[in-house]
Structure formats: structure tokens, C-alpha cells
């Protein structure tokens, strides 16, 4: 299976996993928001969000494009972290981010 395969079986499990987990987001952020010029736009969203509104949108504008895709999306770190502080489980969307950073490495 090619990895553009994968990866998007990955982005299409990963939004299970986060309307599982009751982490799914009806609403954009404002549009202000996606100006940010900080990593993962740390400034002007919350982890989710930029996961959903940010992350996702890109890897599948990616794939769509049929363009090279990133070998080093160090997310689960940020992840992790992100929903220790808010005690948020979601041990789900944690297993399909690990996965889907081991397949972008193998390139």
C-alpha cells in the first residue's frame, strides 16, 4: 500500500477518533486565527483545533495535490502534553497520531 494511501486512512481515522473522544470542533476558529506565525499556531489556537482546522487541512490538501509529504511531524509530544494539562483522555487520537508520524518518517 503507498504511503499517500496510508496517510489518508490515517487523517480519515484520526477525525473518527476525535468525534469519539467528543473532541470534534462544529465551529472554525476566527479567521484571524489562521494568521498566526507561531508553530502549530500555539498563539491563537488551542491544540485541537490547530489539529483540526490546521493540521488535517494541509496533509489532505497535500495528498490532493499529489505533492511530497512531510517525514518529520513531531505532533504526539504536543498532544500528549496538551491533553495532560487539560485532563482531557484520548488515548484513541493519541494511538492513530503515533501511527500516522511513523508512517510519514518511513517517507
Not at 493540521?55 to 502534553?81: C, G, H, W, Y
Request: hydrophobic letters at 50%; one cysteine or more.
Amino acid at each position: 500500500m503507498s504511503q499517500s494511501i496510508q496517510v489518508q486512512q490515517l487523517l480519515e481515522q484520526l477525525i473518527i477518533a476525535l468525534q469519539q473522544e467528543r473532541l470534534w470542533l462544529s465551529e472554525l476558529p476566527p479567521v484571524e486565527a489562521f494568521n498566526s506565525t507561531e508553530p502549530f499556531c500555539i498563539d491563537t489556537m488551542n491544540f485541537v483545533q490547530w489539529l483540526q482546522f490546521v493540521f488535517i487541512a494541509r496533509m489532505q490538501a497535500l495528498l490532493d495535490a499529489k505533492v511530497n509529504l512531510p517525514t518529520n511531524a513531531s505532533i504526539t509530544p504536543l498532544a500528549e502534553e496538551y491533553f495532560r494539562m487539560n485532563g482531557i483522555k484520548a488515548p484513541q487520537v493519541m494511538e492513530v497520531l503515533a501511527r500516522l508520524e511513523q508512517c510519514l518518517a518511513q517517507g
